[in-house]
């Protein structure tokens, strides 16, 4: 009988043994993955709740399909300029708050 490790306990694990520069690195890749899901969903919610596709929202912020694909995935983080340009696409502006 196989018995499963739970997979917070297997990552606890992983980190205990990464040197400080391993696990500095290791959260920075953190947070960015965390900011680039969290720009998908930003972005797919407001280009589904305006009702278009993800060319004419493409076509309406100067870019290429590919671009809002990728955004919406993940595997592109966007910067503020064209995060300006989807919320003009999609007839709003760009805010930004850090909170502390």
């Known amino acids: 009988m196989s018995t499963t490790t739970p997979w917070e306990q297997v990552r606890e694990e992983s980190l205990a043994t990464m040197t400080h520069t391993e696990r500095a690195e290791y959260d920075a890749a953190t947070v960015d993955a965390e900011a680039r899901l969290q720009l998908a969903e930003l972005v797919y919610h407001a280009r589904t709740t305006a009702g278009l596709s993800q060319t004419e929202l493409a076509?309406?912020?100067?870019?290429?399909?590919?671009?809002?694909?990728?955004?919406?995935?993940?595997?592109?983080?966007?910067?503020?300029?064209?995060?300006?340009?989807?919320?003009?696409?999609?007839?709003?502006?760009?805010?930004?708050?850090?909170?502390?």
């Open 59 to 100: 076509r309406r912020a100067g870019t290429r399909q590919a671009v809002i694909s990728a955004i919406e995935n993940g595997a592109q983080a966007p910067g503020g300029v064209m995060l300006a340009r989807i919320a003009r696409a999609l007839g709003g502006t760009l805010g930004i708050n850090i909170a502390a």
